[in-house]
């Protein structure tokens, strides 16, 4: 069974710095790349990042490049998105999403979702 | 960037009525359209991917169309559970886009 598990998020200050994680099981997760989509509050789905199986291929949406850098540890089963430079406008659901093929971009299984609350 | 547009942003419906939610691009995007479903608080769910192909496990009361710039998404016979809120999604090019949304409740 595909399992995503997103973790840390939270509270943080207008400038600050989060990493988010996504523990990924249940299908051989070097084959697939992965993304990350964020939902604010009572909005709509905001594709943020995309990384290719290998890791070697990263892409992001233009409001956080610069900002959010994408990565994986195949060894780890592991996603991460690094958040730095954080504004109230990135305060969000963010779910990480497993591509439904290796380079498809439609997303087939999606983690819970973590919540990130950037405020003073 | 390419613009997703949907249509209409809500809407009411009664269970058994037969429900279609439009999905614009601002270009050419071939087939490269994906529909999900998202009931609040949950994850989005994949329902239709490449415009037309079903998800496994999906009813098949869903059906999906078109190409180029104008896709539908279509509920035969609504039933219960398919009160949600539906988005387009294109992936054609990065960025990749979503449509605003589609909320569908009970009328």
């Known amino acids: 069974e595909v ?21 990924a099981s249940g299908f051989t997760f ?23 199986g290998s890791g070697g291929g ?11 850098a994408i990565s994986r540890d195949n060894s780890k089963h592991t996603l991460y998105l690094q958040m730095n430079s954080l504004r109230a406008e990135d305060t969000a659901v ?10 498809s971009r439609d997303f087939d299984y999606w983690g819970q979702g973590t919540l990130v609350t950037v405020s003073s | 960037d390419i613009q997703m547009t949907q249509s209409p942003s809500s809407l009411s419906a009664s269970v058994g009525d037969r429900v279609t939610i439009t999905c614009r691009a601002s ?14 608080g949950k994850a989005p769910r994949l329902l239709m991917y ?19 710039t104008d896709f539908t998404l279509t509920i035969s016979s609504l039933q219960p559970e398919d009160f949600a809120t539906y988005y387009c999604q ?11 949304g589609t909320k569908v409740e009970i009328k």
């Open chain 1, 3 to 23: 399992q995503l598990l997103e973790s840390g998020g939270g509270l943080v200050q207008p400038g600050g710095s989060l990493r988010l994680s996504c523990a």
């Open chain 2, 50 to 68: 490449a415009a037309s192909s079903f998800q496994s496990g999906v009813p098949s009361r869903f059906s999906g169309s078109g190409s180029g």
């Open chain 1, 94 to 103: 963010y779910y990480c999403a497993k591509y439904r093929t290796g380079s």
């Open chain 1, 58 to 68: 990263t892409y992001f949406a233009d409001s956080v490049k610069g900002r959010f």
């Open chain 2, 90 to 100: 294109q992936s054609h090019s990065i960025p990749l886009t979503f449509g605003g």
């Open chain 2, 27 to 40: 270009q050419s995007i071939g087939s490269y359209l994906n529909w999900y479903q998202q009931k609040p």
């Open chain 1, 30 to 52: 070097n084959n697939y790349a992965m993304t990350w989509v964020r939902q604010a509050p009572g909005k709509g789905l905001e594709w943020v990042s995309a990384i290719s």
